[in-house]
């Protein structure tokens, strides 16, 4: 009843706003999440403004109903985790039509309305000759990013996306639109870098760019019994203190249905219009299989077309665990991964993969001298390294076998890496899942400052209660 009341009164104010599960559009809008198991979840309503006053006469609208109501927040819609960005019986706020993207060359910075995805963002900049420390994939929205960490092609050099965000244009829960940035609201701006949406909902972000011309990159493809060599590559390079931080590196171990057999990926870059020294272990791998290969020179929207340019219709969802960079720790996550693979190989179609992403120290030097974030994460905390485990599959029936056997996976990697001493609590929020902590994997210092600022910002906890949001501030 709640729900119906909201929506009433929403529509009141726009009735434009309100697209409800008998229009066409609903439709269309379900239809873009990124990943299954958000695109499972059927809103009583989607509210979609243009405005950011229209986002606050939204959240000042549903504010009286906050005892019984549930809501989430989309920008793109393409974050993995379920109810995120959407949320089955409530309502989901989608910032699609808050749209705009403004470079100041002067300034060197580019505005960005919160609906934006990053393709649009990359043209805007690369016109210009400029880059952004932006997502990996052209299609992805950018809020994913930029208030929960982000991961970038320029990560190793810059940190992390949202250390490079410089102001937020934030709707809080009394309905105020405020700045968030070095001068003014400075402890939501470092919150928000990483504190996801538990202070507001962001409608508009300022980012830093910088002169960026083509790069080098691309994806390599090899054979199994290569894997365990590009391990032990991935470890050394981590472990360089004089590393080149102008690439990025992912190596990747997955399931293909199509051809019944594991096959390997390397996704390497430059910054660069060349291969670096750095990147030749990653890059020069034998036996390749070339036909599947595209290392070249491009443009950073082209190499981020590649990664996912079309959303994938069956993703369902990712898994995460870190740990310090260690072959062995890396190795033993390889063998339980097969392991556990074996439990739902029967499952027709289901590509599964394990991924290792690096995170050097120089990500987290940089991190910190760009102001700091909410990650408490520490240059004497790393080299670590990000798993991940990325699943597709075509049933819904089959969602709790599989999210079973990967909690299963994951659970006995973090207890081996705790006996090896080379576990790491810190988790990736972008990839983590309903039933982890990555808030809480901050550390207890961190997670009180995030608490104080959101007691600050949003007194009654408006958000706290009504975001279906799994991430919670005082989970």
Known sequence: MSVAKAISVVKAISADIVVSPEDQIYDDITKSYFTGLNRDLKPAAYLVPSLATQVADIVKAIKPFAQNLKIAVAGAGQQATPKVSNVSDGLTIHLRKLLGVEVDKEKKTVSVAAGEKWGNVYDKVMALGFGVVGQRHSTGGIGGDAIQAGLSYFSYSRGFVSDNVVGYEVVLASGEIVNANAEDNCDLWTALKGGGNNFGIVTRYHLNIFEQGDMWGGKVFYFQPSFSGQIQSLVDYLHDPKSDTDVHICVSLGYSSAIGDHLCMNDIFSLKPQKPKALEPFADVQPQIDQMNSLRVESLKGLTEENFGKSSSRLRTKFTTTVKADVSILEYAVQTYRLFFKKIKRIANIPFSITFEPIPVQLISQSIARSGNAMGLKPSDGPLVIILFYASWDSAEEDENVI??????????????????????????????????PIGSYGAENRAQLQAVGKKYDPECFFQLVCAEPFKLDK
């Open 404 to 437: 079973e056997v990967a909690k299963e996976a994951l659970e006995k990697i973090e207890t081996e890496a705790k006996s090896m001493n080379v576990h790491h609590p810190w988790l990736y929020l972008n990839y983590a899942f309903p039933h982890q902590d």
